[in-house]
């Protein structure tokens, strides 16, 4: 079985930095799934903040572009985001995710417990 634990989370200034890690218990993960962070605020639904593939492409939600940067060690077997200039609204669960998609059929889809992070003054 897979399994992700996240860490790094925790209370920050807005305007300041954070870096959340993922770390698999499995490196081989990294070449057959994208790897990805998702968040949860209060009375908001999951959503994707951050994915990285296989081979390396990045993508960001609109909200966090500029700001967030996903990256990943496979020697360590560890997946970040570094958060910087973070708002207020960054507040939520941050949950590190593994999903393996072929030919538009999900066979893995793994998730981590979550990590707090709390934007404020």
């Known amino acids: 079985q897979v399994q992700l634990v996240e860490s790094g989370g925790g209370l920050v200034q807005p305007g300041g930095s954070l870096r959340l890690s993922c770390a698999a218990s499995d490196g081989r993960l990294f070449g057959t799934h994208a790897m990805g962070w998702y968040r949860q605020a209060p009375g908001k639904l999951r959503e994707l903040v951050a994915v990285?593939?296989?081979?390396?492409?990045?993508n960001y939600a609109h909200s966090v572009k500029g700001r967030f940067t996903i990256s990943r060690d496979n020697a360590k077997n560890t997946v970040y985001l570094q958060m910087n200039s973070v708002k207020s609204e960054d507040t939520a669960v941050y949950y590190c995710?593994?999903?393996?998609?072929?030919?538009?059929?999900?066979?893995?889809?793994?998730w981590g417990q979550g990590t707090q992070v709390t934007v404020s003054s």
């Open positions: 995710n593994a999903k393996r998609v072929v030919f538009s059929t999900q066979l893995g889809d793994y």
């Open positions: 990285i593939t296989p081979g390396g492409t990045t």
